[in-house]
């Protein structure tokens, strides 16, 4: 889709929040249990609806759109239509975390917990080797995030080969291919506050994340310190994806391939690409997560059903040159 006019682009952002709304609905009445008429509901279906569906759509919503915003500043920031949200290593990080709390026996809640405090620890590292290091600050900080991805990465390896085979492995593996089966009321308030969190100051500064695809000299003769905007874009971009690894699991190219999309709709322009890209996510993860607990016998973990999804699309980009 060709940008379009401002005028426009709120009738497109205005169809994007009902067609959320329509999908979130139709997702509610759809299930392994079978649909439910929400007009009409029985004692076993009120317990359907609201502990089972309503908490899972909402941790969609929430994890889909902060994954998405996370992608679309970090792409802005590193001039790099595909930097994805686990450039710097959070999700390694949740993953490692996931995976130790899940090896000491951890409820479902310490997991998560787990997962999102190794998360910002991995990203303190990450900041603290960038600051030492000598170079551009957006490739050491690049570098300085795979590295530090790698040796989360060994750490899960390591984790899985002393964990018990027959309890402890099926479910760490289980955990790292991305599942949102299971959320209850306590993930909703965790995902939701975190998303607020994370999501409100950006969208507060959205307009001067546009600075950061200038050159250093440009933006400081606007009297912005990049510095501190870099900082402060990194650490509440990281916030939103590590609430959401650790809620989700790993779940790869949302926060790549609908940013892309989101471009194409709203421009370059954050101040409109973060809210589309927000309502974007949202809308793309929730019909994924229903397709994967609806089209099958068996529930596809997210995580592959998007690795099928993403990895088609980057290869149509990448034979379209222009698109890139």
């Given at each position: 889709?060709?940008n379009?006019?401002r005028?426009s682009?709120r009738f497109?952002?205005?169809?994007?929040f009902?067609l959320?709304?329509v999908i979130c609905?139709?997702s509610l009445?759809?299930?392994?249990f079978g649909?439910?008429n929400?007009?009409?509901l029985?004692e076993?279906?009120?317990i359907?609806?609201?502990?089972i569906?309503?908490t899972?759509?909402?941790?969609a919503?929430?994890?889909g759109?902060?994954?998405s915003?996370?992608?679309?500043?970090?792409q802005?920031?590193?001039h790099?239509?595909?930097a994805?949200p686990?450039l710097?290593g959070a999700?390694?990080g949740?993953?490692?975390?996931a995976?130790?709390a899940?090896?000491?026996?951890f409820?479902k809640?310490?997991v998560?917990?787990?997962?999102f405090a190794v998360s910002?620890?991995?990203?303190?590292?990450?900041?603290l080797i960038s600051?030492?290091a000598h170079?551009k600050?957006?490739?050491v900080?690049?570098?300085?995030?795979?590295l530090?991805?790698a040796?989360?990465s060994?750490g899960?390896?390591?984790?899985?080969l002393?964990s018990?085979?027959e309890?402890?492995l099926?479910e760490?593996t289980?955990?790292?291919?991305g599942?949102l089966?299971?959320?209850?009321?306590?993930d909703?308030?965790f995902i939701c506050?975190?998303?607020l969190?994370?999501?409100?100051?950006?969208?507060l500064?959205?307009?001067?994340?546009?600075?950061?695809?200038?050159s250093?000299?440009e933006?400081?003769?606007?009297g912005?310190n990049?510095?501190?905007?870099k900082?402060v874009?990194?650490i509440?971009?990281?916030?939103?994806?590590s609430?959401?690894?650790s809620?989700?699991?790993l779940?790869g190219?949302?926060?790549?391939?609908v940013p892309?999309?989101?471009?194409?709709?709203?421009g370059?322009?954050?101040?409109e690409?973060?809210?589309c890209s927000a309502?974007l996510?949202?809308?793309?993860l929730?019909?994924?997560?229903?397709?994967?607990?609806?089209?099958f016998s068996?529930?596809?973990?997210?995580?592959?059903?998007?690795?099928?999804?993403?990895?088609?699309?980057?290869i149509?980009?990448?034979l379209?040159r222009?698109s890139i």
């Open positions: 889709m060709q379009v006019n005028k682009r497109v952002f205005l169809f994007l009902v959320l709304l609905f139709i009445c759809l299930g392994r649909f439910v929400v007009f009409d029985t076993q279906s009120k359907v609806l609201w502990n569906r309503f899972r759509i909402v941790c919503c929430a994890v759109a902060g994954l915003v996370a992608g679309a500043v970090f802005t920031l590193f790099n239509p595909l994805s686990d710097l999700s390694s949740a993953g490692f975390g995976a130790l899940i090896l000491l026996g409820s809640s310490g998560t917990v787990s997962a910002l620890f991995s990203i303190v590292i990450i900041y600051k030492k170079g600050s957006s490739y900080l690049i570098v300085s995030g795979i530090v991805s040796i989360f060994s899960i390896s390591f984790v899985k002393i018990d085979p309890n402890k099926p760490i289980f955990w790292l291919m599942s089966a299971g959320k209850k009321a306590e909703c308030i506050t975190s998303f969190v994370g999501a409100i100051p950006l969208f500064i959205r307009w001067k994340i546009n600075l950061l695809s200038l250093s000299d933006a400081k003769s606007l912005v990049t510095a501190l905007l900082t874009v990194v509440f971009a990281t916030i939103l994806t609430a959401s690894v809620v989700s699991g779940i190219w949302i926060g790549i391939i892309l999309i989101a471009r194409k709709i709203s370059e322009n954050c101040v690409l973060i809210p309502l996510g949202a809308v793309f929730v019909v994924v997560d229903t397709v994967s607990r609806c089209a068996a529930e596809i973990p997210i995580g592959i059903l998007m690795s099928f999804i993403g990895s088609p699309f980057l149509a980009l990448l379209k222009k």
